[in-house]
T-cell receptor, first 115, second 113 residues
Framework: ETGVTQTPRHLVMGMTNKKSLKCEQH?????MYWYKQSAKKPLELMFV???????ENNSVPSRFSPECPNSSHLFLHLHTLQPEDSALYLC??????????????FGPGTRLTVL | GNSVTQMEGPVTLSEEAFLTINCTYT??????LFWYVQYPGEGLQLLLK?????DKGSNKGFEATYRKETTSFHLEKGSVQVSDSAVYFC????????????FGQGTRLTINP
């Protein structure tokens, strides 16, 4: 167990649907992340939240909308997605430190298929 | 900027063979370096890390040494097992700023019995 859970593990949705991915961390960390992992592409950082404030948004389309209501929970709201958005979406958490170098702990991911 | 380059996969070895997966990096300052492993159907797990030059990270028989002079962090294991089949990611964390990890593209390893 990594201490980071994600639900659902698998999701199939149509392009007009609205759905949400949920991530919860039980490690007492203060930073959380969303990554996208597509076949044959490097891991892409999508969003970073530190102390519940969004500190990074890597040019992600607005059809992806993150929400971080507290330091333990992170959501990714999805609407009007495209088939090319099909991927494994990974959540991670870490404990921010001034000196850097702290590892991130990953959840198992949500396998998303957009039809 | 910061970047990580890993050897191209896939890599296929026989059980008990010696493993090396090359990783080199480009970074400003002195980053921390990591190896993550992703088993089929799972998320990434930290395998080992090193936070300063000449540090050696080790775990589950895997080792990697932080070589500042060659900007490398190659992953090695003396005798691989079928259960080591996975995708391996090299990553760096810049010293300053938010805790961003910069990942390599991953190397798929398959071990045959």
């Amino acid at each position: 167990e990594t201490g980071v859970t994600q639900t659902p593990r698998h999701l199939v949705m149509g392009m007009t649907n609205k759905k949400s991915l949920k991530c919860e961390q039980h490690l007492g960390h203060n930073a959380m992340y969303w990554y996208k992992q597509s076949a044959k592409k490097p891991l892409e950082l999508m969003f970073v939240y530190s102390l519940e404030e969004r500190v990074e948004n890597n040019s992600v389309p607005s059809r992806f909308s993150p929400e971080c209501p507290n330091s333990s929970h992170l959501f990714l709201h999805l609407h009007t997605l495209q088939p090319e958005d099909s991927a494994l979406y990974l959540c991670a958490s870490s404990q921010e430190a001034l000196a850097g170098g702290n590892e991130q702990f990953f959840g198992p991911g949500t396998r998303l298929t957009v039809l | 900027g910061n970047s990580v380059t890993q050897m191209e996969g896939p890599v296929t070895l026989s059980e008990e063979a010696f493993l090396t997966i090359n990783c080199t990096y480009t970074a400003t300052g002195y980053p921390s370096l990591f190896w993550y492993v992703q088993y089929p159907g799972e998320g990434l797990q930290l395998l080992l890390k090193a936070t300063k030059a000449d540090d050696k990270g080790s775990n589950k028989g895997f080792e990697a040494t932080y070589r500042k002079e060659t900007t490398s962090f190659h992953l090695e294991k003396g005798s691989v097992q079928v259960s080591d089949s996975a995708v391996y990611f090299c990553a760096l964390s810049p010293l300053q700023g938010a805790q961003k990890l910069v990942f390599g593209q991953g190397t798929r390893l398959t071990i045959n019995p």
